[in-house]
């Protein structure tokens, strides 16, 4: 006779849960914008009841920034892995430094970036909104300068001019990527990342 299968605890039913509406808002958040990733919308396509959203999020800007953490987060673990992976035999010096650049500007064509743009754009002109992102916000940037650190290597981050590069190429990288919202042209190839690679060999070996 099988054995019954265990009931599942309260507390994982209740992550579930969560899992399932964070990952709709998501969904609702890069198809639709801001404007349209309405609370109904996300109940439909969680597929849930309204009573069961609004226990896990009363308020709608905290779901949708929630939403965008979530997802962030889960792309950081990816980043990591995939550098990892990517990296493990590649030795220091001038080529793995412009396979780093290249991978951290592939995060700025993926999903999170543009669900963080779609929540900087409207928190522009909606206060509660700014209030709910701006505290998150500085937490998701410690975890990206961490996970990035890690991603250079030790060998990188011990330079005295890294900090100046991580910051250069964090706000160059992320303006860079904003016209790619409405041009179809490829990322790989756009002339910014030579432009990148060079001003690093610059700055970590004098070039």
């Given at each position: ?92 010096g001038r080529q793995r430094v412009d396979r780093c650049v290249e991978l ?32 998150e916000e500085r937490n998701l940037r410690t975890a990206i300068r961490a ?54 060999h610059r700055l970590l070996f004098d070039e």
């Amino acid at each position: 006779m099988p054995e019954p299968t265990p009931s599942r605890s309260r507390q994982e039913r209740t992550a579930d849960s969560r899992a399932l509406i964070l990952d709709a808002a998501v969904d609702c958040l890069i198809e639709y914008g801001y404007a349209g990733a309405s609370t109904v919308a996300i109940q439909d396509k969680a597929g849930i009841s309204r009573g069961r959203l609004l226990h896990h999020f009363p308020s709608r800007d905290e779901l949708l920034v929630a939403a965008a953490q979530h997802l962030a987060s889960t792309r950081l673990a990816q980043l990591e892995e995939r550098a990892a992976r990517l990296l493990t035999h590649e030795p220091e010096g001038r080529q793995r430094v412009d396979r780093c650049v290249e991978l951290l500007w592939a995060t700025f064509q993926e999903p999170h970036f543009w669900a963080a743009m779609e929540l900087w754009n409207a928190a522009r002109t909606n206060p509660a909104l700014s209030a709910v992102l701006r505290p998150e916000e500085r937490n998701l940037r410690t975890a990206i300068r961490a996970v990035t650190d890690r991603i250079w290597g030790p060998a990188v981050t011990a330079h005295p001019r890294y900090g100046e590069l991580r910051e250069l190429l964090f706000t160059s990288m992320r303006g860079a990527a904003m016209p790619y919202a409405f041009e179809d042209r490829p990322a790989a190839t756009d002339p910014h990342l030579d432009l990148w690679k060079t001003t690093a060999h610059r700055l970590l070996f004098d070039e």
